[in-house]
Structures are given as structure tokens and as C-alpha cells.
């Protein structure tokens, strides 16, 4: 009986864990323009006070990124690679990797994390405290740093947006980066090809 017991235990078990990956393409825009005082840039202070992700903090990011006009922002393709690990019988997070072409030089690859699941797919958030020293340049501190992934059980879809502003630690003004990255596309399960 014992031997039995052993070998029941010893047996792993496996969940059904999928692959997928996600092909999206984008834009990824740099300006360099400081926000005037006004009440947009105190939404930018409601946001970065708040430190997490709330309907009202993105409302009020957004509004402040149209105070800058169109030719303000420096405009290129992005094309992004997501490769999704899950348990699809739990519909459940377990790895995510990505890769951006041409990769902006502002990603933080050791940033925090958060995994989000709902009801219709999974969103991994990469953020940084406002304050924190960027690793990559250690003259910029972190305004906002918010870098989302996502995809959609239900319509077979990915996205990635992020929002990165950082302010030098000397004060210059017009020399801090925004950055915003905007990518959708379509997820399918990951095969090889060759």
C-alpha cells in the first residue's frame, strides 16, 4: 500500500498550460515639452500621488498628454512580440516575455510587476515609484512609469501601452522625456515554424 501511496505522489501534475504569442504593431512617442501649471498638470500630481492604476488617474493622464499639440510628439513604428505563458484550464497568468523592435531605450526590464486576471483575459503592469532613480539613466528620476500588457481570451487580441515620463534631477527644464507607447494586434498559439 505504501508503494502505491509513493508512486501516487510521485507523479506530477500538469495543468494545461498554453503559449501564446502575440504580434502587435504601434506607435512609440517621445516630446520633450514641459506641461504649464494648470489643472491638467495637477491631474498629473492626483496620478502620481495615487501610485496605482485608478479610471480617474488615467482620465486625468490622458487629459494632460493633449496639452501638447501633435507636432510635439516625435512619432515611430513599434513592433512588439508577446510570448504568454497561461494555465488555460485556470485561465490563469504564468510568464510573460516581450520583445520591442526597435526597443526604446526607456523600458525598465526590472521594474515591478502586477498580474491582473479578469473575466475576459490577463494584464501584466510594469510600474516604478514617482521619485525613483531610472536604472538605465541614473540623471532621470521617475515622474510616471506605467507599461501594460495584455490580451483578450475572447477575441484573440494583445495590446501593450505605456506612459513613461521622467524629470532630470537637475531640474533642466525641456529636457524631460514623456513617452508613450501604444501597440494592438492579434494572439494566436505559439508553434514553430521552421
Known amino acids: 500500500m505504501r508503494f502505491l501511496l509513493l508512486i501516487l505522489i ?87 516575455k516581450h520583445t520591442l523592435e526597435p526597443s526604446p531605450a526607456w523600458i525598465n526590464p526590472s521594474a515591478d510587476w502586477q498580474a491582473d486576471n479578469s473575466d475576459t483575459g490577463v494584464t501584466i503592469t510594469h510600474s516604478m515609484k514617482p521619485g525613483d532613480i531610472h536604472p538605465l539613466f541614473p540623471d532621470y528620476e521617475v515622474d510616471i512609469y506605467r507599461v501594460s500588457n495584455t490580451f483578450n481570451w475572447f477575441t484573440g487580441k494583445g495590446q501593450m501601452s505605456g506612459d513613461i515620463w521622467l524629470n532630470k534631477k537637475d531640474g533642466t527644464k525641456n529636457r524631460n522625456p514623456k513617452i508613450q507607447i501604444m501597440a494592438s494586434g492579434k494572439c494566436e498559439s505559439q508553434k514553430k515554424k521552421f
Do not use: H, M
Open 10 to 96: 510521485s507523479i506530477p501534475t500538469f495543468g494545461a498550460s498554453s503559449k501564446i504569442l502575440c504580434e502587435l504593431d504601434g506607435t512609440y512617442s517621445v516630446t520633450y515639452k514641459d506641461i504649464k501649471k494648470t489643472y491638467l498638470s495637477e491631474g498629473i500630481e492626483l496620478f502620481k500621488n495615487l501610485a496605482r492604476q485608478t479610471q480617474q488617474s488615467l482620465f486625468l493622464l490622458q487629459r494632460a498628454k493633449t496639452n501638447f499639440a501633435e507636432e510635439d510628439w516625435e512619432k515611430d513604428k513599434i513592433y512588439v512580440v508577446q510570448y504568454w505563458e497561461v494555465d488555460s484550464s485556470e485561465e490563469t497568468f504564468k510568464s510573460l
